[in-house]
DNA sequence: CAGTGAGCGAGCTTCCGCTTGACTT
């Protein structure tokens, strides 16, 4: 038994230091927190000074019980925690929790993985910081009080089960607010006109550097450069700029980046670096510090010198911009500089790749450029055509990496490469001169990458909440990504050749059309103005960094947490009681209009199950009719034909062997019900036109699909049967499904044989019902539940190549 | 797996931040 005992927090962490400690230090990990407020109700003693109640987490029971038996064997225990407002509670969880002697026990603090590092904390230890400590216990404390006494009031004035914080509920603002935006953006048209020009013998694009507002003032000015032969060069600009690398990977801007290169998804991208990480690859992945440790620096330097030559080297230390950074890691990068290329999947080798150029890249020179701007009169005062040009005088970093930006438009860049060399005075001969008619853009809709990039901005939640935070908020069905087809619309264009006529043009375009975009749906917008309204002091996208402000005043000895929290709190349980109090229960009501046909009022509202439409009320006579909105509809925007649209369903399309044939939209999309069979209609079908021909043919294609599926029925009672199913053979009776015994012949196995082995009847052998599934789901948190449904399908996958390979 | 839409009431839900595990349908 060593003599040394060290906790740290991540076992990958574990592992490598204890291999720069040598024999005398065992190093264990406590997998993060290990204590927290109790689940049941508060956990906090609000009349008596916000005394917290806290338990041991349930997963981690294990793990105590083995630390403290090594802690009670060890001469020192060294706690080593990260080095931020978490890492000091978990420190002082552990050493009340183990029960730690003081005098036996020591906290030390690194912020990256070296050698020097861990040997200069262990020569410079130091005791808990009682400060942090509390800073810690204020936030978590404040976190409980909002999410807890928030949440009951939404399940009591909109719907059960919802949930608000400081943190989920100004996220669903912000794409509340964008999508706002966008709906009561009205685009402008403009008129870009654009000329090409021969410039001594070399063709040169130019645009017009004022756009016109009318088709009028645009036809106009073609008209008047018409007749002209050529035109006079005014001036020729030449501007040195230079450009710099970005700093090396924090976790928020790995989750862009991944998302703009790679098209990853924020959980993905955690998920494969925390493979990255765990096989030694890459430092720590959550992380707010662009930091790089001097091991680091150096062997970046190696690794340029050697791949691009010294001239291209140049030590940088980057600086974090964001003030709620911590810092208690390094930036993400690369454990060994050196290793360009890794073993592992593709996504795996793909995100390595991106850190590894992004980390080398941050070491090297600044790009020189030259930028040349030539301008030509128009023949119009005021008005002239620019060219631009760019030529890179020397690579340094863009050698290697570049960073992508979100503008999707590149039409505005009007030229980038090499303009022919030229000076006042000469001649420029036009070719043709063309003019498009534009519109203006609305703000962008949220992608899950940009969302964090806005929420980091704002100093709210932390490296290891953005990921679980976009689950959280698409879980509770406050938004959803989603893809939009868009629109098209016409615009014109007008053509001018030299000698030629003006002629013009109609095309068409798609607008409006978007991929991947966080949207919030109905029941997000009615909990956003809900909280908006009666807790604006939440809800205020300031409030995290004012609340950040006193922790950091408590943290730094100058406020007493207890009182911060009672300054807090007062006023804000008023704001509840007063919501609860004087608040209408929200039902999202919107008149949209009279149904022609019956004379009644047509209304969108939330029913029972989402979104519905409704004619009628339930005071009249006659039963109102009811119709769900289709998933991509609003009650914010649905129009009364659009309503009356939905009421169009189901639709009788005629017989078929006798039975009706129905086709209806259901929980899982279209289908067509016939003879108690229900059928799912394609992708390509569409409800409300689809004809009785091509129903029938879905239906007989299911039946054979169905017959494809069995592999056996027992001939003594024709209900039991053997199917091919997706996780390979199972028995069914018509009611229940069991799984068919492992090492079984399907083909020869006899009925009486088979229920003895299934043990028909017997629970165990059944699927799990839906409902113990979900409460099982629901225990876990919200990314290990991802992760799971992720594993399980992949295996999945796996399974399905291995019996093919065996049939 | 494919329904429903009123109202009541029991018993439940819920926060943010640290970290990784282990089902066999």
Redesign the pocket.
């Given at each position: 038994m060593s003599k040394n005992l060290v906790i740290v927090?991540?076992?990958?962490?574990a592992k490598t230091i204890e291999k720069f400690l040598g024999k005398d230090y065992t190093v264990k990990?406590c997998?993060?927190?290990?204590r927290?407020?109790v689940?049941?109700?508060h956990g906090v003693d609000i009349e008596n000074n916000f005394k917290p109640t806290y338990e041991i987490?349930e997963?981690k029971i294990k793990i105590i019980e083995e630390l403290k038996k090594l802690s009670k064997k060890s001469e020192m225990v060294w706690l080593a925690s990260?080095e931020?407002?978490?890492?000091e509670a978990?420190s002082w969880h552990l050493s009340e929790v183990l029960e730690l002697d003081p005098k036996k026990t020591k906290r030390i603090v690194f912020h990256e993985i070296t050698k020097p590092a861990i040997e200069h904390a262990i020569k410079h230890p130091r005791g808990i910081d009682f400060n942090l400590v509390n800073a810690q216990q204020a936030?978590?404390i404040l976190?409980?009080l909002?999410?807890?006494?928030?949440?009951?009031v939404l399940?009591k004035k909109v719907k059960?089960?919802?949930?608000?914080?400081?943190?989920?509920?100004v996220a669903v603002r912000l794409i509340v607010e964008r999508e706002r935006e966008i709906q009561q953006f009205k685009p402008e048209t403009y008129f870009k006109v654009t000329g090409h020009f021969e410039i001594n013998g070399i063709p040169v694009k130019a645009e017009l550097n004022e756009k016109f507002k009318t088709e009028k003032e645009a036809v106009s000015f073609l008209e008047k450069i018409q007749s002209k032969d050529s035109f006079n060069i005014l001036s020729v600009e030449k501007k040195p700029g230079k450009r710099s690398p970005s700093a090396p990977f924090t976790t928020s801007t790995l989750q862009q980046e991944a998302s703009r290169k790679l098209g990853f998804s924020v959980s993905q991208t955690m998920l494969v670096a925390?493979r990255l990480?765990?096989a030694g690859k890459i430092t720590?992945m959550?992380t707010d510090s662009v930091n790089l440790s001097e091991t680091a620096l150096k062997a970046l330097k190696d690794v340029i010198g050697r791949e691009f030559g010294n001239e291209y080297h140049q030590e940088r230390q980057y600086k974090t911009k964001s003030k709620s950074a911590?810092e208690a890691h390094e930036a993400i990068r690369p454990t060994y500089p050196e290793t360009k290329e890794i073993d592992g999947d593709a996504n795996e080798k793909k995100l390595y790749e991106l850190i590894w150029k992004r980390s080398v890249a941050s070491q090297m020179k600044d790009a020189e450029i030259e930028k040349t701007i030539i301008t030509i009169e128009s023949g119009v005062s005021s008005l002239h055509f620019i060219a631009t040009g760019e030529v890179v005088v020397f690579d340094g970093f863009l050698k290697l990496y570049e960073e992508s930006t979100d503008d999707e438009s590149d039409e505005n860049s009007s030229g980038s490469g090499r303009l022919p060399k030229c000076k006042v005075g000469d001649i420029a001969n036009w070719q043709e001169i063309q003019c498009i008619q534009r519109f203006t853009h609305h703000p962008p809709r949220y992608t899950e990458a940009g969302l964090v990039k806005k929420l980091e901005e704002l100093g709210?939640?932390?490296?290891?909440?953005y990921a679980?935070?976009i689950s959280?908020i698409q879980k509770?069905n406050y938004v959803e990504k989603a893809s939009l087809n868009g629109t098209e619309r016409s615009y014109y264009e007008w053509m001018v050749k030299k000698g030629g006529t003006i002629q013009k043009f109609e095309k068409k375009e798609i607008t409006g059309a978007d991929r991947n975009k966080l949207i919030p749906t109905d029941i997000g917008m009615m909990v956003n103005d809900f909280l908006v309204e009666y807790f604006p002091q939440i809800l205020d996208y300031g409030f995290?960094a004012k609340v950040e402000d006193e922790f950091d005043e408590i943290a730094n000895g100058n406020l007493e947490w207890v009182d911060m929290l009672k300054a807090f709190y007062k006023p804000f349980h008023k704001t509840v009681e007063k919501a609860l109090d004087q608040s209408e229960r929200v039902s999202g009501e919107r008149l949209l209009g009279t149904d022609p046909a019956s004379g009644k009022p047509v209304i969108a509202r939330l029913?029972?199950?989402?979104p519905?439409v409704q004619i009628g009320s339930?005071e009249d006579e006659e039963k109102p009719k009811?119709?769900?909105l289709r998933k991509d509809q609003r009650i914010e925007t649905i129009t009364l034909e659009e309503a009356l649209e939905l009421f169009k369903l189901p639709r009788v399309l005629g017989e078929f062997e006798g039975k009706e044939v129905r086709v209806?939209i259901?929980?899982?999309?279209?289908?067509i019900?016939h003879d108690n069979v229900?059928?799912?209609l394609g992708k390509e079908d569409d409800p409300y036109s689809i004809t009785l021909e091509r129903c029938i043919e879905l239906i007989e294609l299911k039946r054979i699909k169905e017959k494809e599926k069995i592999i056996r029925i027992f001939k003594e009672n024709p209900d039991w049967q053997i199917l091919k199913g997706r996780?390979?053979p199972?028995v069914t009776d018509g009611k229940k499904?069991y799984?068919f015994p492992k090492n079984a012949d399907p083909l020869k196995i006899s009925l009486d044989e088979l229920l003895k082995e299934i043990g028909a009847g017997n629970t165990e052998?059944?699927?799990?019902d839906?409902k113990a599934s979900i409460k099982k789901a629901?225990k876990?948190?919200a990314?290990?539940s991802e992760?799971?449904e992720k594993?399980?399908a992949k295996?999945?996958v796996k399974?399905k190549k291995s019996t093919a390979k065996e049939s």
């Open positions: 927090e991540s076992p990958a962490k990990s997998f993060g927190h290990i927290d407020l689940k049941k109700g987490q997963d990260d931020d407002r978490e890492g978990i936030r978590r976190d409980r909002v999410g807890f006494e928030l949440s009951p399940w059960t089960n919802l949930s608000a914080g400081r943190v989920q509920s925390q990480y765990e720590y959550r911590q709210i939640g932390r490296p290891s909440t679980p935070t959280t509770r995290t029913g029972k199950y989402g519905i339930s009811f119709a769900s209806n259901g929980r899982f999309g279209p289908y019900l229900f059928t799912s996780w390979g199972y499904n799984k052998n059944h699927r799990p839906e629901k876990t948190s990314t290990s992760i799971k594993k399980t295996k999945t399974k």
